[in-house]
């Protein structure tokens, strides 16, 4: 129905984006990897998903075609709704999430939150083969999924105003020295070492 949305950016959050399109504002649900690259008050190019609902017409916005893929994918699986595909979507990339699904990795998909083990063993089995019949995904890569944490840290970090690749690296090196911090103390030992 809605292919894409181009237009200024007029309000971003990371969970949501308002784009300014001739005087109309679309506010459209995006994924923490989307919301990375998008700049305030830019010229945006979203493609989108229109979901219509009993109670409501919901619009999903992503950077690049391949993100709106994998969301289509994701949300033909009984148990995964757009909201949880959204949440996948902030936790991996698309590519990290085609290769979770293709070395059927159910701990990776477990790992997101609201994902149990029988619906990331349910995704695995009915988009492995259609991941891999559509998209080339080399067998011996070893991309593997970010740790929930990082990713909310790292989302609160840069909804500070912290730049990314700093706050990657510092992340990194908090949980290497201590794996099973909180998010709380994580974020509390960011700040420090800014």
Known sequence: MISFIKGKVFELTPTYVVIDNHDIGYHIAISLNTYSKIKPEQELRLYSVL?????????????DPLERDIFKLLISVSGIGPNTALLILSAMTPQEVQQVIAREDVAALKSVKGIGAKTAQRAIIELKDKILKTYDIS??????????????????????GFPKKR?????????????EISLEKTIKEALKRF
């Not at 979901?51 to 950077?63: E, N, P």
């Not at 706050?167 to 794996?179: A, Q, R, T």
């Open 139 to 160: 067998s011996d890569t070893t991309t593997t999924a970010a740790s929930p944490v990082k990713e909310e840290a790292l989302s609160a970090l840069e909804a500070l």
């Open 167 to 179: 706050s990657e690296k510092v992340l990194n090196d908090i949980l290497k020295e201590n794996p």
């Open 51 to 63: 979901i219509i609902r009993d109670d409501a017409h919901l619009l999903y916005g992503f950077y």
